[in-house]
């Protein structure tokens, strides 16, 4: 049989596990309380453990949940004599109504959903399986089902079919409750089913017209997880160095101890996007992806401004970024005499930038260019981009063009590379929205492998 101090030190720990802070006072306090108040009636015991151990109101919820399923298998009382010595969790997924245990399981869910990406599934899953005990279930069942044949109260035979029957159970609970936080979560939008992860991961040339308006569909719910994704690390990021300073005048009034550590806090500068977007007609799933995932995260820049070119340079930034951008750039295009469907040229495109926006690259600037970097054999314009590469901070190239096309017909990649900080194969809505967290956290990585692109700086 457990002791109250037992059985309150699991409650405390599981409390623990799912965020809400319980320390050695708060079990202290419960435990006194308790002698107090006696342990026969359920909703004093609730009532005693949440005073003693909530302190927040959104942790109200969580604490109602646990305490029904930690407490599930238990009458009050007796509160100590769940099943032998078994966890209260285990005396339920055994003998209790399995559809109460999962609608409990569902709530707690609800009450606690993890911010960040799908690969926080596994760890999230975890938790739910070691708060309701059904991460150590089968242990706790085969020395349970032990120590009664010790006892001579069961037999070898009924051993072995209550483990079987017992084994079962609790697999057909863990198949259930894998799906079933599985579906949460998508509703929640902390990650993304299968389907849309296949859709996402598809490059854009292979997909329907009808799976390309479910993308454009998907692209707010993506922003919603980078924006998750980038406050989460940000969090981190700004934390700097030890403040000694701050840290010696806070420990005066503990004799001269730090007892807390104090950081200096990053100022974090933002910087300036420009973007270079090739319109040709091979570019324009690539550019209207791209703009609808940077929009989610503009505020991250102190200004974003963007340009498209052809075989001349025009800014468009003004265009509205969550909307597909080749409605509005088609008639913008004829108003202003751009021609959207000429050559592409990018050495007269890249000199059409430099006469009429040159101001907008200083030192802060970072450079994005969306093209193929197919010039139809016309001069690529090296040197402009050598005296853009001596202004700016960054210049960073997307290409949805597998990197052996790199070198092949046209294509001046073989040029552009030489001063590039990152080149990036961007041939899916993942490949985009992966860059630009990256950018965002500061992390201009190329993805295209260290002896390939030293092949090409060759």
Known sequence: MKSLLQVVLEFAHMLR????????????????????TGIHQREIVRNVLKMTMVAKRWEEEVFDMLFELHFMGMEFP????????????????????????????????????????????GAFLWRVLTASGLASARDELRAFLNRLLEEGSISREEFEKLLEEGNT??????????????????????????????????EFYSLSDEE????RLLCRHLGRQLRTVLSAARKHSRKGDLDVRRMLRESEGTDGVPFKLIYRQRRIKKPRLVILADVSSSMRHSLEFFLRILHAVREEFSSVRLFIFVNSCMEVSWIPWDRNPLDTLGH????????????????????????????ALTRRTSVIFIGDGRSNYADPGEEVMKRMREIVRHIYWLNPEPVYGWVTGDSEMKTFIKYVDGAYVVRSLQDMWN????LVLGRGQTNVTFPEALALKG
């Not at 596990?17 to 107090?36: F, N, R, S």
């Not at 993304?192 to 598809?202: A, G, I, K, Q």
């Not at 021609?339 to 926006?357: I, K, P, V, W």
Request: hydrophobic residues 40%; aromatic residues 8%.
């Open 17 to 36: 596990q799912w965020g809400i802070a319980v320390g050695p006072e708060q079990v202290e306090d419960a435990l006194h309380a308790l002698t107090v």
């Open 212 to 215: 390309l308006n479910e993308l």
């Open 435 to 438: 860059f630009v967290r990256d």
């Open 78 to 121: 007796p509160l100590l004599r769940a099943t032998g010595d078994t966890s209260p969790a285990l005396a339920f997924i055994l003998f209790g109504d399995e559809r109460k245990f999962l609608e409990i399981l569902e709530q707690l869910v609800n009450a606690e959903t993890p911010q960040g990406d799908q690969r926080m599934f």
């Open 169 to 202: 159970r609790i697999s057909k609970l863990r198949e259930k409750l894998r799906p079933l936080i599985e579906k949460m979560l998508v509703e929640k939008g902390v990650m993304r089913d299968r389907r849309v992860n296949s859709l996402v991961e598809r």
């Open 332 to 359: 913008l295009a004829e108003k202003e005499g751009f021609d959207l469907y000429a050559y592409t040229n990018y050495g007269a495109s890249l000199q059409s930038f430099m006469e009429n926006y040159a101001s």
